[in-house]
């Protein structure tokens, strides 16, 4: 009896059916080629240096704030002098993206205020680093700060402020109001410094600008203070000087505004005297991020 042929038909059809499998593969395999080859672009930037903020009231040793806030060690009260070691923290909804802080005190020479801002910057741009958005950030500030174009023979600073030398005035620069503190928290005034004294320049005018100020203490850039970093320098009608320092290291930014309002009419604070320590405090800061 002959036998049927089950197993070469079963052969061919399989081998069918391998031929379709493999031209779908290489089919789609060609398709995929493009798509492979346009999709070699950067890897996503990377997130930035900082994850978490300090809390700015904890930032500031009491010894820095002896020196720029001299009335905190003329309370008699151990209570309210403690307190006002505290300082009062500024309204925020993340800590680990705001965190602010304003200490206040008065003497019988002047009352001082400091205001401290961190800023942690994140970019929700997958194109652009949280480094770089940080960048922007402080660009907008040292934008509205006005600083003033640097005079001949001065340069970005890198170390101290050039002590003043009497009646050596640059004239009037007239930079605009400080860069402001922050965007969610208002820098109602900040600073202090150990007591007023007479500006080796003089009185100055009654426009809100540094009148007499050499031009290594004009409103500047500064080399030496995170990635990039700026100081102004305002002076009010009142008589009352506000320095503000702005740096940025990573995607922090760090604020600082440092005020004095003399208790004596005619007095003026010094300018070198207030950018020194309100860079000092800087620097301490710059070092504490790490």
């Known amino acids: 009896m002959q036998r049927k042929a089950y197993v070469p038909g079963a052969a061919v059809l399989l081998a069918a059916l391998l031929a379709a499998c493999t031209g779908g593969s290489g089919s789609g395999g060609r398709a995929a080629d493009p798509k492979a080859g346009s999709t070699t672009s950067a890897a996503a930037p990377q997130p930035g240096k900082y994850r978490?903020?300090?809390?700015?009231?904890?930032?500031?040793?009491?010894?820095?704030?002896?020196?720029?806030?001299?009335?905190?060690?003329?309370?008699?009260?151990?209570?309210?002098?403690?307190?006002?070691?505290?300082g009062d923290a500024a309204l925020t909804y993340n800590n680990d993206r705001r965190?602010?802080?304003?200490?206040?005190?008065?003497?019988?020479?002047?009352?001082?205020?400091?205001?401290?801002?961190?800023?942690?910057?994140?970019?929700?741009?997958?194109?652009?680093?949280?480094d770089n958005a940080a960048h922007q950030v402080y660009a907008t500030k040292e934008q509205a700060a006005n600083l003033p174009e640097p005079s001949a023979g001065s340069s970005s600073s890198s170390g101290s402020p050039a002590s003043p030398s009497p009646g050596s005035g640059s004239g009037s620069a007239s930079p605009s109001s400080s860069a402001s503190a922050s965007a969610t928290v208002s820098a109602a005034g900040a600073s202090g410094s150990p007591g007023p004294s007479a500006s080796a320049s003089g009185s100055p005018s009654g426009s809100p600008s540094v009148t007499g100020t050499p031009a290594d203490l004009q409103p500047r850039t500064l080399d030496d203070l995170g990635d990039e970093a700026f100081i102004d320098d305002e002076l009010s009608t009142t008589q009352q000087r506000t320095v503000t320092v702005v740096f940025r290291t990573?995607?922090?930014?760090?604020?600082?505004?440092?005020?004095?309002?003399?208790?004596?009419?005619?007095?003026?604070?010094?300018?070198?005297?207030?950018?020194?320590?309100?860079?000092?405090?800087?620097?301490?800061?710059?070092?504490?991020?790490?």
Request: glycine residues 6%; aromatic residues 6%; proline residues 4%.
């Open 52 to 86: 978490t903020l300090a809390d700015a009231c904890s930032a500031v040793s009491h010894d820095t704030l002896d020196a720029l806030l001299p009335g905190l060690t003329r309370i008699a009260d151990q209570e309210q002098r403690d307190k006002a070691y505290q």
């Open 99 to 130: 965190s602010g802080c304003r200490w206040k005190a008065e003497s019988t020479d002047a009352t001082d205020h400091l205001f401290v801002d961190f800023e942690r910057v994140v970019s929700y741009d997958n194109a652009v680093s949280d």
């Open 250 to 290: 990573s995607n922090v930014i760090v604020t600082i505004e440092y005020d004095e309002q003399p208790a004596t009419p005619g007095t003026t604070p010094s300018s070198e005297d207030m950018q020194d320590k309100a860079r000092k405090l800087a620097g301490q800061l710059a070092g504490s991020l790490g």
